[in-house]
């Protein structure tokens, strides 16, 4: 009696294959990754890793229909080191050896 069970093969992606598709650092990749912010990857050998492709796929398509808001200025006037020159004042000009 044979059982017919279907295994489903999801294609998999390596590192250079993910680099194309996803435009981040390797260390932002593995930083999300450990926060579960990212398909995590696994190790087909120990020095072979890859990622799910549809996994993958999903996340794009997650991040495309709901953008993240962008990272705020810092406000340039509370630094303590290079202060910002008060508006309307006139640069000092360079010295100049006569």
């Known amino acids: ?42 190790a087909l050998s120990p020095r072979c890793v890859v990622w799910d492709l549809g996994e993958v796929e999903a996340w794009l398509a997650s991040r495309r229909s709901a953008p993240i808001a962008r990272a705020l200025h810092p406000d340039v006037t509370q630094r303590r080191s290079r202060p910002v020159k008060a508006p309307g004042r006139t640069p000092r000009a360079a010295s100049t050896v006569e």
């Open 1 to 42: 009696m044979a059982t017919n069970i279907k295994t489903q093969i999801n294609r998999t992606i390596r590192r250079p294959q993910l680099r194309e598709m996803v435009p981040l650092a390797d260390s932002t990749i593995y930083e999300m990754e450990q926060r579960g912010e990212f398909p995590r990857r696994f």
